[in-house]
């Protein structure tokens, strides 16, 4: 048997940030599929292992306790693999690079794809995914996430960054430039077409992901948008 059980769809978003901790501190994980993961979202919650909503979920097959919450999870087997600042104010902030990761990647995938991205809001959202990063760069700045020891902040912000860059390679030299000139040209994650910024205020936010009833996670278009 191995140490876990993750519920979490085979897509790269929050429960990406579960399997790095896991893969981290080298425990063994199983992963169900999305039918068992549909089945455990809609049972009686007193009947779940923990009562939730939503994945990811994930079992501790030794003790049989569970958690549910990406950071909520993500602190648990923090605290248990010591992946935590002894300090009181950097635990705080790791808990702050963790809530921040989540914000990111609801932005991202537009609450899990809810929406369609347009060519012009893909473009507009850009000066947000720049501060973004630029808020990133200000907290190593300010020595409040530093390159060592690995802890949660650190596995998080890579997982992060990295998959969203390596999914969409596009955006690593978008977010290598300075925020001032964050209104740049980044073709749009589907088309591939360049698109400039609306101006004014942005529109409401839509993607190219589509979240089937099946509980997968596909694109539209010719290219894949954040899927492994
Ligand atoms: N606040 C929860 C959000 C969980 C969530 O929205 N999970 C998505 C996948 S990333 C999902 O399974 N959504 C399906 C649904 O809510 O029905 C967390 O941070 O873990």
Redesign the pocket.
């Known amino acids: 048997m191995s140490d876990f059980t993750l519920y ?2 085979p897509v790269p ?3 990406e940030f579960v399997r790095a901790i896991l893969a981290h501190v080298g425990a063994s994980v199983d992963e169900p599929g999305s039918d068992a ?1 549909s089945d455990m ?1 809609s049972m009686d919650p007193r009947n779940q292992p923990v009562p939730h ?4 979920m994930l079992v501790d097959n030794g003790s049989g306790k569970a958690m ?4 909520a999870i993500c602190f648990w087997l923090s605290e248990r693999f010591d992946l935590l600042p002894p300090d009181p104010h950097l635990r705080a902030i790791t808990l702050k690079i963790v809530s921040d990761a ?1 914000d990111v ?1 609801d932005e991202m ?1 537009l609450s ?1 794809g809810k929406a369609m991205w347009t060519e012009a809001s893909w473009a507009d959202y850009l000066v947000r995914l720049r501060r973004w990063m630029a808020i990133w760069e200000a907290m190593a700045e300010q020595d409040l996430l530093p390159e060592q020891p690995i802890g949660l902040a650190q596995i998080v912000t890579a997982t992060l960054w990295g998959t969203m860059t390596k999914q969409l390679p596009e955006l690593r030299a978008f977010l290598s430039r300075s925020p001032a000139s964050c209104r740049a040209d980044v073709p749009h994650p589907v088309t591939r077409r360049s698109c400039r910024p609306s101006g004014g205020k942005p529109p409401p936010f839509r993607t190219s992901l589509v ?1 089937r009833r099946d ?1 997968e996670i596909t694109t539209q278009g010719p290219a894949r948008v954040g899927i492994a």
């Open positions: 979490y769809w978003f929050r429960g993961i979202m909503m939503a994945s990811p549910a919450e990406m950071p989540n990647l995938t899990g979240w509980r």
